[in-house]
């Protein structure tokens, strides 16, 4: 996939003629590159054109810097639904401001971009060492979040009102053109004020990113929840154990929890289409030769499924759009009129998972992305998110990274990986 | 609470003719009693009249024993919802057989009592040491389990059948009548089989029994959903966290997970009756001053609110009977009506918890548990439970065992403590 | 054991004059007892001669108090070792002073009595709910600890120049008997200050108390090392597994991690004695025939053996008084000289184990324990302690609480019970 | 680090004539490359030159296979020290054989090497799907391990002797030399058996392994202990919480649970000397500004000064070679000559930490580990291992996964974090 219109460069607010109090720490150069493609047929389509292949800049901090840390002011926000590692990232940007830059004025805006509105914006806390120093061992978000879009102009006056020179907003997809739009008023009126994004999406779907935090522990987590799925499952004659999880349009989290417990028969995602009855028979075949079967479906799976019993059902019986219940009334009612004795148990633990700490894992990634995140700001990028590629932090566009969404690709390798462990047929359809 | 009608003796198949071929264990004398009432104004009501207060045969392994070991066969049969522990018994149960008794002729019915039918008895397993070596760190049954009946006299020619003598039940409240039941039955065709009850009810409401086994890791479980519940909460603007724990009929686990987690602030259990419009009045006052708040609702709270709710609805658009989707919906609706800013999340761990392995706690009990199952019946004891009073381990009769549900008294020290913990009104009528 | 010279009566500062601000919660009767004595024939002894047996006070709110709740001052002090369930002792002392009885200043001395001395008074914290909130989380205490005694003059000096009117210790034998001393010279002094104890012994030593806080979760936490000394054993030819566990003079982590874990099969306590012969005879004749075996050794346990090896080389060579240490030692040496293919890992998880937050049952435990404290504590009671008896809150003289350690009856139930399981001889002389 | 001598070849036993009975997964291509080089300054050194960069083979299943599936006979070794994730390797190779090529007669030799001996060959466990169904729930290895050589002619012996076709050797550099040495006898005896290692290095200290299994479980479980540290430290005054941690050449687990754990202040790792009395002196102002500290010491940090202590001290008084212990007492004899009021803990969780079962993360590693062996064994490659390479699945001639050892570059990134993290001194010289 070797695609030619890829846009990496980075949007900066000016020259970098601080000097950087850090010492000790190894300096990264502005022309450190991390290579986009990754095998050497790709390289070549552009060696061979006398083209460098696309990479990223590489994060890290830098020898000179654009703002001057003495008297600097910095706000944080976070966004959207919880995610395990929201206060591991907000320790480490407020942590590596205060010991690395000496930058000690640090606001957390309260309620997700609420809190940078005009209604909100008296309320946001003044963030000290002090204050988040354990902070990482809490779920949640200590700023709280919410949804949903705020006036962009209201947003920047609160930016000049307050003097913020770098805002961080922590957030998935919807946050992050909120922040590409932030800049974009920051732009116009020329102001001295970074934007950098950290993206959050315990799906794992965003693109230009090899992984985001929060998903190994969501992936973690679901451990339980299988575990309970298959006790049940096999606590009955023909028990099924159905379990939800998180990934409304990719299916990672569902795919991972299939390969990390060995107990799934079946993983469903909204990648991979399947026909109702193609499934309940191959159900049909496995209780009959096992006894028992478990079952995972990421939220997005079979929304087309759901989709078309809602238009023939004109009367609007439809009683949800949860792939997880439209599962479990199918399954039952098919054994109820079948007469036979089975045992259907449903578990969704969505909210149990995403509001759980970051596991060591993610508190790694939270830490460095948190760090990243403070170096990038403080040269005065903008308009950017840290991300991740071959394993190392990377600086990319925002625009880039919300060009499109990550998905499992049903003829890549993970997939395969997960048909090989279930043994469900590769289609079911 | 003097009660003099109570029947404390244990039916006995006949003498105890051998000698116990355990060694250097402690025995238990046939009148070591525990006593029943435990203040001395109870006792008194007995003395003063002349009488003895009621009490509890001790159980544990006797200096002689009923059933010769030589060619002794044994059976288990586990019954009902999955609970935390049952391994641990059916392995207790076993190795008690084996190493203190030397009988190894056990076996396990499979699924419920559907193992005794005629149609399944062939199913039954020979548990060996090394079967149920390390069954207890897993959660459900090997055995499986079913719930509901079967025909009595059709597992009795099961028994005789398999020339099993002595049956032990793992069960709830109908698996323990259906214990009766058989036992009624053996009593008529007048044959060597004893049939010892272990009580199982996660929700710990067995009258006559301190607590059951389960019910500890249920209350230690149910911690990951609370404080979910809590970081939802805390994470949004007026944010709720809405819990629905076990207990049909006994509030015991929402009462205990109140007082084990701090973060709740509202508990709802069956035997306190509230009304919807109290509760949500206070509800509101309590988001307006605190800015979010914790509900634990055992599934049997509020009952009666659905029933008047379907009434009122003819039409049958009740959608549940589940007091937690009752709750979410009636909470949900007010404060969109109301326009109010608000995040609502509902969990449901019952699944996740009731399949969990028994904790350190309750494999202690369970443990004890079974060898004192296994004492009792080599004793010839028959119709009976194992029970647990004033932290020692008794015999008890199933009818007393199951002639009343245990409650949590509403003017009692429990829910004193509830109520002195989440600050809840004492009444909200 | 029907002792008659036992004292139960709580010292009191004087009348209770003001009502209980408490509302709806149930009030407890001082003259509600709660009998010492739980067998009939115990009971008997007394009932015969007239007298009535012997009965702890009933913990709990009063209808009146000793103390005007407005301007109250009281203090806490946490001492010895860390133990699960300070910060939550710590917790529910100051919420329940905050949200029962309206007092807010609450202090919180540094490090033990160390806080009290002169050098340190200034050092108090003041705890407010907002500082308390959430460290029912954190394992450790948030005041800090020391151990040792302080000069009591020094201590009451402190009291008296800052006001307070109750001082909660939570601490062992050494604490309580502290806590003594500075009730005795508030009496000399003739000061209106109360003294409350709270019993903190991890080993579940203290007498006249049926448990203690933190001990549920130090035989809970033992689990993964008795896991892990498990899993090694079981990975290499004649693997030995050696845990030691907490108890210095008291065998009950070691007996009922023995309980909660099935895997165990030699359990050595102080009070059970052995030889190291007759003990490696019979580990010798365990290897030849499973192939592995896993040891619990109590600090406390074969102290005596350690002394003997000490006389016996005077060369002063014995490298150490840690009966784990001595053990693996002692083991390693005799297969080394066998030649013997073998492998012996030792695993000591004190410090992991105590360091922990309190487990759900120790929440609940160190919740009830704090509130009692309180209501004590309001009503003017002194040199007392919180207890637990029969499942219920006591109120314990200091006095009676230090009079004797706890220790397990090698005759009685509980170690009965773990031979039953470990299967390990009853007499290894 | 563009090195031209590297060998990426991978020996095989002959031609692929067989269709392989996989259907519905995604083949790989021979051809498929892994870059070795990963940025494009180190890809050009080739390229410019006209060369080829080096690259792995990607591993996965095969069209044409070497083997015929009927009747083909395997065997599993596990050897040296426990590690997460053995007993899920084992599974999913037994898995793999017998559901993706019908390979069912696969042997596990028992304790390591020594189960090839012509000792203990007759010991070999046939492994079934039933027998290896949920081993990967449990920690160390279900075969047994040992350390050490054994004769290799007798172990090729063993293999010709039971006929066995491929043999996975799962083990660390000790393990993988043997291997090699096997697969160098079986090539003189000109035989049909594939060798396939699976690097098994807790440590992740093998070369060209971007990562080893275990190592995420490793650094997970390392949170237990730091947080034990951090709250012994917390909790008095100059509170010093010491842990060891596993690494014995290399430091990547103290450097990761360092970054893992924001508690820690100081990683002491072998690639990074120290003196002690500079460490001293920093710990000295630390306890002075902070009052406590919590350090982190891999296995092998600072043997150095072991060495010149044992030099120095020519009575031979050194008490140990064990880098926790001769901290604790070079920290302790200070600052009790300095009559300092201090607490020191130390933590050895390491066996603790390697017996536990594989994280999820792990456990996906572990088993697309095990699949690509069985793939890898299938086509008839020989002395190899597989490997991990830009977050793909490689083969790795055994050779040259031996050839050194892979260290943390105190130059480079991973240190730099660590050092940013912590706050430590970039020298302590």
Not at 83 to 97: E, H, K, Q, T
Not at 128 to 155: C, F, W, Y
Not at 276 to 282: C, I, T, V
């Amino acid at each position: 996939m070797a695609e030619t219109k890829l846009h990496f460069d980075i949007p900066r607010l000016g020259p970098c003629r601080f000097p950087s109090p850090l010492s000790g720490l190894k300096f990264v150069e502005d022309d450190e590159e991390i290579l986009y493609p990754s095998s050497l047929a790709e390289i070549r389509q552009y060696t061979e054109k006398g083209a460098s292949p696309p990479g990223f800049e590489t994060a890290g901090p830098r020898k000179n810097i654009h703002f001057d840390p003495a008297g600097l002011k910095c706000g944080i926000v976070t966004c959207g639904g919880l995610c395990p590692g929201l206060n591991d990232v907000i320790r480490a940007i407020v942590l590596s401001l205060y010991h690395h830059y000496q930058v000690s004025a640090v606001y957390g805006f309260r309620y997700g971009y609420q809190g940078l509105s005009a209604q909100y914006r008296d309320t946001a806390l003044q963030l000290t060492p002090a204050i988040v120093d354990d902070i990482n061992h809490k779920g949640g978000t200590i700023l709280g979040s919410s949804r949903g879009p705020q006036d962009v102009a209201e947003m920047v006056d609160t930016l000049q009102m307050m003097q913020i020179n770098i805002l961080f907003t922590v957030g998935g997809d919807g946050t992050l053109r909120g922040a590409q739009a932030i800049a974009g008023e920051i732009r116009r009126r020329d102001l001295n004020i970074a934007v950098i994004g950290i993206p959050k999406t315990i799906d794992n779907d965003i693109s230009f990113l090899q992984q985001s935090f929060g998903f190994e522990t969501a992936v973690t987590e679901s451990r339980a929840a299988v575990y309970s799925a298959n006790m049940e499952a096999l606590g009955a004659r023909n028990g099924i154990g159905l379990v939800k999880l998180m990934g409304r349009a990719s299916g990672f989290i569902a795919a991972y929890a299939t390969l990390a417990n060995s107990e799934v028969n079946y993983c469903l995602i909204p990648e991979v289409p399947f026909s109702l009855a193609a499934f309940l028979d191959n159900l049909d075949s496995r209780l009959q030769r096992r006894g028992h079967a478990v079952i995972i479906a990421a939220e997005g799976a079979g929304q087309d499924l759901i989709d078309k019993k809602r238009e023939l059902d004109a009367s609007g019986n439809i009683r949800n759009e949860d792939i997880g219940l439209f599962l479990k009334e199918a399954i039952a009612s098919r054994y109820q009129k079948a007469g036979m004795d089975f045992s259907l148990k449903y578990i969704d633990p969505s909210y149990t998972i995403r509001s759980m700490p970051a596991n060591p894992h993610d508190s790694v990634f939270c830490l460095l992305l948190g760090h990243n995140a403070v170096h990038a700001g403080m040269t005065g990028r903008t308009d950017m998110v840290v991300g991740f590629w071959n394993n190392r932090f990377t600086h990319v566009p925002i625009s880039l990274a919300v060009s499109r969404r990550k998905k499992v690709d049903p003829l890549g390798k993970l997939w395969s990986n997960v048909l090989a462990t279930t043994g469900q047929p590769v289609r079911m359809i």
